[in-house]
């Protein structure tokens, strides 16, 4: 009996819309365009397609010419000067490098924008020309959802309205007065991940007179700073009541002073939903020393997220480093 052979041809219209959306855009028109009448057809009504461009000369393709309005997702490399008109479809964008004024008066042009990331210099940050982060915050875009942005400073007559579509954001401030701004801009922040630049000395007297209540996810990354962390902890999550997971990521080259004990009355006092902790930080010799000669059994019993609790000792080239979790447990 002679068996049958299928032919990439013989699939299914409906499979060739699975896999096609994990294809670039690019490798779609090369690999496809011209097989046949039929894929043709098919690369003319794909609607959910993901894009990379990395040089000017792409952005003219033929590739990018056939499929520009359908792309929602496109991510762009260290392009200084592209015409974003195009692609009108865009739901997601990733950006390389900061956009100058006019690319962001065309990233605002984007009707259906969800997601706008930039991109982070490892060790770095960029510094704003402030107009994206203008944009963002004078709901440009009234369906963006999450957004990460760079450096933000502070600005006495900063000219912010409410965002009430944004649910996450990632941001760095040199400035603590710029998180009480983002909390009253963006009453439906959900997750926030927050990060503080390098040696910030100044809190203000208080944060805001308004609690932040839908905010559920806190991501806090310190870097050196002369202020105990326990004083910025307490700051930070005085206006955030709901919090139900909060992480603490500091720098594993720059020890910081944190008092477990100080940590614990926080968490207790703040943060009565609080369901999820996690700190690691590097810590200065004399803490690492004062929780190695404590009792490990009382201090686990300080607080209910307490659950793991490890010291790691400094070395020749990391100082001391400690780890406390709601999770692991011994």
């Given at each position: 009996?002679?068996?049958?052979i299928s032919?990439?041809?013989?699939?299914p219209d409906e499979?060739?819309?699975?896999?096609?959306?994990?294809?670039s855009?690019?490798?779609?028109?090369n690999?496809?365009?011209d097989?046949n009448?039929?894929?043709?057809?098919?690369?003319a009504s794909?609607?959910?397609?993901?894009?990379?461009?990395?040089?000017?000369?792409?952005?003219?393709?033929?590739?990018?010419?056939?499929?520009?309005?359908?792309?929602?997702?496109?991510k762009?490399?260290?392009?200084?000067?592209?015409?974003?008109?195009?692609f009108?479809?865009?739901r997601?964008?990733r950006?390389?490098?900061e956009?100058?004024?006019?690319?962001?008066?065309?990233?605002?042009?984007?009707?259906?924008?969800?997601?706008?990331?930039v991109?982070?210099?490892?060790?770095?940050?960029?510094?704003?020309?402030?107009?994206?982060?203008?944009?963002?915050?004078?709901?440009?875009?009234?369906?963006?959802?999450?957004?990460q942005?760079?450096?933000?400073?502070?600005k006495?007559?900063?000219?912010?309205t409410?965002?009430?579509?944004?649910?996450?954001?990632?941001?760095?401030i040199e400035?603590?007065?710029?998180?009480?701004?983002?909390?009253?801009a963006?009453?439906?922040?959900?997750?926030?991940?927050?990060?503080?630049?390098?040696?910030?000395?100044?809190?203000?007297e208080?944060?805001?007179?308004?609690?932040?209540?839908s905010?559920?996810?806190f991501?806090?990354c310190?870097?050196?700073?002369?202020?105990?962390?326990?004083q910025?902890?307490?700051?930070?999550?005085?206006?955030?009541?709901?919090?139900?997971?909060f992480r603490?990521?500091?720098?594993?080259?720059?020890?910081?002073c944190?008092?477990?004990?100080?940590l614990?009355?926080?968490?207790?006092?703040r943060l009565?939903?609080?369901?999820?902790?996690?700190?690691?930080?590097?810590?200065?010799?004399?803490?690492?020393?004062?929780?190695s000669?404590?009792?490990n059994?009382?201090?686990?019993?300080?607080?209910p997220?307490?659950?793991?609790?490890?010291?790691?000792p400094s070395t020749?080239?990391?100082?001391?480093?400690?780890?406390?979790?709601s999770?692991?447990t011994f």
């Open positions: 009996m002679k068996q049958s032919t990439f041809e013989d699939f499979l060739f819309y699975e896999v096609f959306e994990y294809i855009v690019e490798d779609l028109y690999g496809f365009y097989l009448t039929r894929l043709r057809s098919i690369l794909l609607t959910n397609l993901h894009g990379e461009i990395t040089s000017e000369k792409q952005v003219q393709s033929a590739a990018f010419d056939f499929f520009a309005s359908r792309i929602t997702m496109l762009i490399n260290d392009v200084n000067s592209i015409d974003l008109s195009r009108l479809g865009v997601s964008l950006l390389h490098s956009p100058n004024r006019v690319q962001c008066q065309w990233i605002e042009r984007l009707p259906h924008l969800e997601h706008l990331y991109s982070r210099c490892l060790g770095e940050h960029f510094y704003y020309s402030f107009s994206l982060s203008l944009f963002v915050f004078t709901n440009s875009f009234p369906t963006l959802r999450s957004c942005l760079n450096l933000i400073v502070f006495e007559d900063q000219r912010w409410l965002v009430p579509s944004l649910r996450t954001l990632s941001i760095c400035d603590s007065r710029v998180y009480s701004q983002i909390l009253h963006c009453p439906s922040l959900v997750h926030f991940k927050l990060e503080f630049a390098k040696h910030f000395v100044r809190l203000p208080s944060c805001t007179d308004c609690p932040h209540l905010l559920r996810r991501n806090l310190l870097n050196r700073t002369t202020l105990p962390c326990c910025i902890i307490d700051w930070l999550v005085s206006v955030v009541p709901n919090l139900t997971y603490v990521q500091g720098s594993p080259f720059d020890a910081n944190i008092n477990i004990n100080s614990d009355a926080i968490l207790r006092h009565s939903k609080l369901r999820q902790f996690h700190l690691e930080m590097a810590i200065a010799e004399f803490v690492a020393l004062n929780i000669d404590n009792d059994q009382k201090t686990r019993k300080l607080h997220l307490f659950n793991y609790i490890q010291m790691y020749e080239n990391a100082p001391a480093r400690l780890i406390i979790d999770k692991r």
